[in-house]
């Protein structure tokens, strides 16, 4: 029900010399900004009171944060629930309502958050808690990186990461199956409508019994 998630945090700069794995800005030098200083005072700057996103009916705020400058790691909570819809919150041991949500109620969940961004370097590191498959990635990282692109007009860039030894296990791992999947586009409006756009023609191959199509890594390596 509870899991930690990591991402990657980069900021591509196009003007840097070299290939495109090159292109990446050392993140303490983001032109004259540093962008653990940046996280730090983005952080502190919604930690008193809740904050109101309404569009998509959020609330959040950070809480209980701690900043270790020496080491430039900051973690803590990122608190964050919905509003807008009524629901009626039961007691399951007695059948009974032990209180109506209303649409200005908001459930909140406490989110664990870590953040590494060493300096020198020019990746970061970032744990985001999630409930239920529930977490808080787009919702930081749609606030950060405005606010990162406001003060330095350069885009911050965060992706999932794979934990290297799990990753390891899929790769030796037999596969037992293999769906190819033919997509093909619609032109005419009305059969748009009734296939949502698209028309889908799906092949399986499975291994016989007991036995295996290869091993994963072969289909990345061709």
């Not at 502190?44 to 080491?71: A, G, H, L, P, W």
Request: charged share 25%.
């Amino acid at each position: 029900m509870h899991s930690l998630l990591p991402y990657s945090m980069r900021c591509f700069n196009p003007d840097l010399p070299g290939n495109l794995k090159d292109k990446y800005a050392i993140l303490d030098k983001i032109g004259s900004f540093d962008t653990y200083a940046l996280l730090k005072t983005f952080i502190n700057s919604k930690t008193t009171e809740f904050n109101i996103i309404e569009d998509s009916k959020q609330v959040f705020r950070f809480d209980s944060m701690v900043f270790d400058d020496n080491k430039r790691i900051i973690y803590g909570w990122l608190q964050a629930g919905y509003y807008g819809r009524k629901t009626d919150i039961i007691n399951i041991d007695t059948g009974a309502i032990d209180f109506e949500k209303t649409t200005n109620n908001a459930e909140i969940t406490n989110h664990f958050v870590y953040f590494f961004l060493p300096k020198g370097l020019n990746k970061g590191i970032s744990l985001l808690h999630a409930y239920r498959s529930n977490g808080v990635k787009t919702l930081f990282f749609e606030l950060f990186s405005k606010y990162f692109n406001q003060k330095t007009t350069r885009n911050l860039q965060m992706h999932a990461l794979s934990y290297e030894k799990a990753l390891k296990g899929w790769m030796d791992g037999n596969v037992k199956e293999v769906r190819l999947i033919k997509f093909v586009g619609w032109a005419d409006s009305f059969d748009t409508l009734l296939t949502l756009g698209s028309d889908e023609q799906e092949l399986i191959l499975k291994a016989p019994r007991k036995g295996a199509l290869g091993v994963f890594k072969d289909y990345l390596n061709n």
